[in-house]
T-cell receptor
Framework: DSGVTQTPKHLITATGQRVTLRCSPR?????VYWYQQSLDQGLQFLIQ???????AKGNILERFSAQQFPDLHSELNLSSLELGDSALYFC?????????????FGDGTRLSIL | QQPVQSPQAVILREGEDAVINCSSS?????VHWYRQKHGEAPVFLMI?????EQKGHEKISASFNEKKQQSSLYLTASQLSYSGTYFC?????????FGAGTRLTVKP
């Protein structure tokens, strides 16, 4: 158990809809990362937050947005969903904003677009 | 720029050794290695920093050649539990990129 909690585990919805994925980092971790993993693909870095502020941005689409709240949990919002958005979405956390720290991953949210 | 991993897949017998390579076209700050079993979350193995150091985790070790912008993961006397997909992640300031992964299968 990594200590990172993601909800829901599975999400099934239709094209054009909007969903919110939630992540609670490990106790004491201030940084949260979001990744997208399509079927049998690698991990695509989407975005990182540190202590409520956006710190780094990767290949995140404009239809996607994220935020980190004062209690350090984070939400990833995906809107105008397309079939290609079907993927496993992982959240990871690390203690602070410095690089060179291990990231601890949650079990992921599997998003299926019908 | 995503790092390139090789090989894409490897099948071993229990007790055999394997090497997984990770290379980048950009100067690297550090390299992370993770293992992901099917249907599970990636699990951290180790981080290597600039300086060519080698690190170990059980019978798994890795090296980082900063000049060549490469890292290699060495799996010695593989066990069934080593099966999974191994990802390298290359880190530059505020930017983390993962390779496409190397699928390792260890058979009895």
């Amino acid at each position: 158990d990594s200590g990172v909690t993601q909800t829901p585990k599975h999400l099934i919805t239709a094209t054009g809809q909007r969903v919110t994925l939630r992540c609670s980092p490990r106790s004491g971790d201030l940084s949260v990362y979001w990744y997208q993993q399509s079927l049998d693909q690698g991990l695509q870095f989407l975005i990182q937050y540190y202590n409520g502020e956006e710190r780094a941005k990767g290949n995140i689409l404009e239809r996607f947005s994220a935020q980190q709240f004062p209690d350090l949990h984070s939400e990833l919002n995906l809107s105008s969903l397309e079939l290609g958005d079907s993927a496993l979405y992982f959240c990871a956390s690390s203690p602070d904003s410095r690089d060179n720290q291990p990231q601890h991953f949650g079990d992921g949210t599997r998003l299926s677009i019908l | 720029q995503q790092p390139v991993q090789s090989p894409q897949a490897v099948i071993l017998r229990e007790g055999e050794d394997a090497v997984i390579n990770c290379s980048s076209s950009k100067a690297l700050y550090s390299v992370h290695w993770y293992r992901q079993k099917h249907g599970e979350a990636p699990v951290f193995l180790m981080i290597l920093l600039k300086g060519g150091e080698q690190k170990g985790h059980e019978k798994i070790s890795a090296s980082f050649n900063e000049k060549k912008q490469q890292s290699s993961l060495y799996l010695t006397a593989s066990q069934l539990s080593y099966s999974g997909t191994y990802f390298c992640g290359t880190e530059m300031v505020n930017d983390m990129r993962f390779g496409a992964g190397t699928r390792l299968t260890v058979k009895p």
